[in-house]
């Protein structure tokens, strides 16, 4: 030992030795360990494991090993030990990542921490406006700017956006939601009943029930939209008005037209219907009061017109009603007669034994009419009859 300046320790029974010159260098050894080092620059050796580094600091680091490496400099840097990564860009952004967590930062602008054993994320933005997230498969909450708030579970989902909109949604449930002061909103999923509540609409509806009131709630409501079941009710004040009921249908526009037609079981129409057009008194109207009629009348009888089944009817100056004649057999050839049926066979030629229902014994013959009524006039005429007559004799 040449003290202070120079030091050597050794040990032959452990093979170790170490030299320092202070603080110009130092070397030492152990076993297959070799470093030698001048200031802050050094190298060491290891042949045994495969490990070596060097180093001039604080401007580099570096080392490797079968299962290590690591490059550190002041501008960035990188290092992996095993399944652990590590890199930086400058002292501001890093990243890091090993089995059990990994985290993120790009200093101070976002932060980013993940605990994978927990799957839960957190995420962190102080500037410019301060947002915060954590989330996991269980539950999830998100701050931003201290006016949007959103927490979430498996049962539920709250969202605040303040100071004015609130949505509370209990899954499977109900929901709420308000937007203040322009409407509230209450949904409830048991009957699929909702309700919206605000200065313009009222509205309550049901799969089988519904309700609306229009704008302006506070003075007098200019919409309304019923229901109760199959019945139908539509207003818009004061002009407009529609409505539905078992076995019609009207439309009201004031003060000039009104309109109502039949209606069958199943809600479609029926063929019949009344209208008027005029200002507060008709001056047209017109009519179909079953299938195949048809009437009109100018002044509410002044002139008019009416056809019921194979009869024409005028009228003059509202009282007075005479038969003119028999309507066109074009115009009348279907009245009354039902549906017209889908054609399942379709007729080839003079091959009517396809069109005929007869018994084995050549009693009863009909011919059927694959086209509906009044579509063949060779199976109803006397022709018609005359030849199927013929052609069942001959069959049999």
Wanted: hydrophobic share 40%; glycine share 8%.
């Amino acid at each position: 030992m040449g003290f202070p300046l120079y030091w050597h320790f050794a040990d032959a029974g452990q093979k170790t030795s170490s030299t320092y010159v202070i603080p110009f260098a130092f070397w030492s050894s152990s076993g297959t360990w070799r470093t030698r080092g001048v200031l802050t620059a050094w190298y060491t050796r290891d042949d045994a494991s495969g490990y070596k580094s060097h180093a001039f600091l604080p401007l580099f680091y570096q080392a490797s090993a079968p299962d290590h490496f690591a490059l550190l400099t002041l501008l960035g840097g990188y290092r992996r030990s095993g399944p652990s990564r590590l890199w930086y860009a400058t002292p501001l952004i890093w990243s890091s990542d090993s089995v059990t967590t990994s985290f993120s930062m790009a200093f101070p602008l976002w932060f980013r921490h993940t605990n994978k054993a927990l799957e839960r994320t957190t995420t962190v933005v102080p500037l410019p406006l301060p947002y915060v997230s954590r989330t996991s498969p269980e539950e999830s909450f998100t701050m931003a700017a201290a006016l949007l708030w959103r927490f979430r579970d498996i049962a539920s989902a709250t969202t605040l956006v303040l100071p004015l909109f609130y949505d509370v949604h209990d899954f499977h449930l109900t929901r709420t939601t308000v937007l203040f002061p322009f409407f509230v909103r209450y949904h409830r999923e048991t009957d699929q009943t909702t309700y919206w509540v605000s200065p313009f609409v009222y509205s309550h509806t049901t799969p089988t029930y519904a309700t609306t009131f229009g704008l302006p709630l506070v003075i007098l409501p200019l919409y309304w939209d019923i229901k109760r079941g199959n019945d139908e009710t539509t207003l818009v004040l004061p002009l407009y008005a529609r409505w539905r009921r078992p076995g019609y249908r009207s439309t009201l526009v004031i003060p000039s037209y009104y309109h109502q037609e039949g209606l069958r079981d199943d809600g479609t129409p029926d063929g019949t219907y009344r209208r008027f057009v005029g200002l507060v008194l008709p001056v047209y109207d017109s009519g179909v009061k079953r299938p195949g009629d048809f009437m009109w009348n100018l002044f509410g009888g002044l002139v008019g017109h009416e056809r019921i089944g194979h009869h024409q009817f005028m009228r003059l100056f509202w009282l007075f009603t005479f038969e003119t004649g028999p309507a066109p057999r074009a115009q009348t050839a279907w009245y009354s007669a039902p549906p017209r049926a889908s054609r399942k066979v379709a007729a080839r030629g003079l091959n009517v034994a396809q069109t005929l229902h007869a018994d084995h014994d050549g009693a009863s013959l009909a011919p059927v009419d694959h086209d509906g009524p009044g579509a063949s006039k060779l199976g109803n005429g006397p022709l018609g009859r005359s030849w199927i007559e013929f052609t069942g004799q001959a069959q049999h």
